[in-house]
């Protein structure tokens, strides 16, 4: 395959544009053509798509967000949307396709491959670091560092006035970020979904290690167990102490990509944009133990991904 399209879909990540530049320069370095598809799916159908240069992604390293743009798409759920995606691309010789998203771009790069035999190859491309069969996904580094930085503020306000200090934090369904903020934040208590709690001992054990002489105390909420400004409520009435509820939202998708995300992001690219090239399909493309991992699409969607549990007993272990 020499001509390929690249797009970013569902929630933005730091570190798509890295990735999206490394497949745009991997594909002209390899002789091949590549096209940007702008907003997801959607540009696609809207046929918003332009043949790209190594110039057109210039000083985009750097950058947040995703220079190609992003959207949620209606249309590209149906089957009939889907068809009208493949013409589209089929117009203008688009062969195969680099899908950059979360775990809904995902599922329909999947129906669209499945049902067109266009092939796609997948990138991780979420905060979240939700997807199965990688333990990184595009953007996690940057969002769990935004995370930290927020925390060493509030830790300095929590311990100035002695007060309970909750943080909720994304995720949707993981408590990846969650678990992170608690280890590299050193919060006291951190609520996840993949692990039950009673909100009545978490009360209990605040209380009684204030009475032990602790000074403040920081919770990470997971969003994925509910909001932060509810259980925030619930333990200032519980406890009778002073609770702030932070709930740091979309400012945890933004900024600069770390290093990290920077480095990971462009071997990923590389790496989607080669095996198209080389006609492969349905695979995703992620880090199992620090290298490069090929990942069967369908597997990467319809399996959950398990919380390490090393990292929650790590938690546990060093309030
Ligand atoms: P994310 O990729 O971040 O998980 P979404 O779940 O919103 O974000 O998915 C992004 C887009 O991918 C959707 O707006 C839709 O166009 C497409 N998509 C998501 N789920 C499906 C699905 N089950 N079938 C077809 N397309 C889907």
Known sequence: ?????????????PGMNAAARAVVRTVLYEGGKVWGIYDGYRGLLDEKM????????????????TFLG??????????????????NMKKRGIEGLVVI???????????????TGVPIVGLPGTID???????????CDTAANTIIDA??????????HSRIAVVEVMGRRCGWLATLAGIAGGAEVVLIPEREF??????????????????????VVAEGVGSGIDIGKYIEEKTQMDVRVSVLGHIQRGGSPTVQD???ASQLGEKAALALMAGQTDVVFGFNKGKVVAINLHDAITNKKPLDPEYIELADMLV
């Open 198 to 219: 009673d909100l009545d001992d978490v009360c209990a054990n605040l209380v009684k290690s204030y009475e032990n002489g602790r000074r403040y105390s920081l919770v």
């Open 1 to 13: 395959i020499k001509n390929i399209g690249v797009l970013t879909s569902g929630g933005d990540s």
């Open 262 to 264: 920077r480095v990971k």
């Open 101 to 115: 998203g979360g775990d809904g771009s995902l599922r329909g790069a999947s129906k669209l491959s499945a049902e």
């Open 50 to 65: 332009e043949e790209l240069t190594s110039r057109s992604v210039a000083d985009i390293l750097q950058r947040g967000g």
């Open 129 to 139: 670091n939700d997807v199965w069969g990688t333990d990184y996904t595009i953007g």
């Open 151 to 160: 925390i060493n503020k509030l830790r300095d306000t929590a311990s100035a």
């Open 70 to 87: 992003t959207a949620r798409c209606k249309r590209f759920m149906t089957p009939e949307g889907r068809m009208e995606a493949y013409e």
